[in-house]
């Protein structure tokens, strides 16, 4: 999808960009897209390391027990 993009399409692509958030605030959305970018990768490469370690918790194989209701007689006060 993005392998047919030109030189062109990001030309409009970043015309468009200026014109919607105006030129002060690219920075900031730069710098914010940034960040989030380096948040996101170091989340992915944690649960890459988690599963590598070979340490299950086991959280999908245990079933909760559930948590009893009260009852009538017990809410009376």
């Excluded at 730069?30 to 996101?40: E, L, N």
């Excluded at 999908?60 to 006060?77: F, H, K």
């Amino acid at each position: 999808m993005l392998a047919n993009l030109t030189g062109w399409h990001m030309v409009i692509i970043l015309a468009i960009v200026l014109l919607l958030f105006g030129a002060p605030k690219l920075p900031g959305l730069a710098r914010s897209v940034g960040q989030s970018m380096r948040i996101f990768k170091s989340e992915v490469k944690t649960l890459k390391d988690d599963d590598t370690d070979g340490t299950d918790t086991g959280a999908t194989d245990t079933v909760a027990e559930p948590i009893p209701l009260p009852t009538r007689a017990s809410t009376r006060i």
